[in-house]
């Protein structure tokens, strides 16, 4: 097999409620085209070390672990040649700001959270494939002007947060729909596809840049 992504990274953005085929997925689908795969997320032990929990709905009940040792406040998005933000509700959890008295909440810190805010600069540079299935555009709803106009798909349970920020919701038939440097997914069933599409994206941008150089 042709390693198409020889010598690139990709990130992952995790966080407990992941779902365990999704992620299992990302790593052996990614690394068989000879990517290094990193799962990151905000840590808070102070050890360096977080372990999160897949979705109590797995089978049999039986949550599993994901250890994870890298912090993306510390990661540099341009390093990666492709970000993504995994599926269920581990974005919810990342929108989490700080413990704080409600007369310190202010409609302004939505954007605060280090999640949304990593996101955000990522979506700065038009080089770095950005992922987000299912419900993985909740972490980029707080900046509702990276989402404008731009053409997505998602899970119902997040249409309405994804419509607010302007975003055009389109009915692919195959679940996945391409936007330039973003790729979003309706829902895990698509993760095959989802990663497929990335991949694509991760090589017509590696093209692009050789042509430009």
Not at 126 to 141: A, N, R
Not at 174 to 188: A, E, L, N, Q
Request: charged share 25%; net charge negative.
């Amino acid at each position: 097999m042709k390693q198409r992504l020889l010598g690139k990274k990709i990130g992952i953005v995790v966080e407990s409620e992941f779902l365990a085929d999704e992620i299992e997925a990302y790593r052996d689908r990614f690394t068989e085209q000879g990517a290094e795969v990193c799962f990151m997320s905000r840590i808070w032990n102070p050890q360096g070390v977080q372990t999160y929990y897949s979705n109590s709905l797995e089978p049999e009940n039986r949550p599993q672990a994901l250890t994870v040792t890298s912090d993306f406040r510390r990661e540099n998005p341009e390093d990666y040649a492709a970000l993504i933000m995994a599926s269920s509700y581990t974005s919810v959890r990342l929108r989490y700001i700080d413990k704080m008295p409600i007369s310190h909440i202010t409609p302004t810190l939505a954007r605060k959270a280090p999640a949304s805010e990593f996101f955000a600069r990522s979506m700065m540079n038009q080089q770095i494939v950005k992922g987000f299935l299912c419900q993985g555009l909740w972490i980029l709803t707080p900046y509702p002007e990276l989402l404008k106009g731009r053409s997505v798909i998602c899970h119902q349970v997040v249409l309405a947060d994804v419509i607010n920020t302007g975003a055009v919701f389109c009915t692919n038939e195959d679940g996945v729909v391409v936007d330039k440097d973003i790729v979003t997914g309706y829902s895990k069933e698509e993760v095959m596809l989802f990663i497929d599409r990335i991949t694509e994206q991760i090589e017509q941008m590696a093209i692009c840049s050789e042509l430009q150089t």
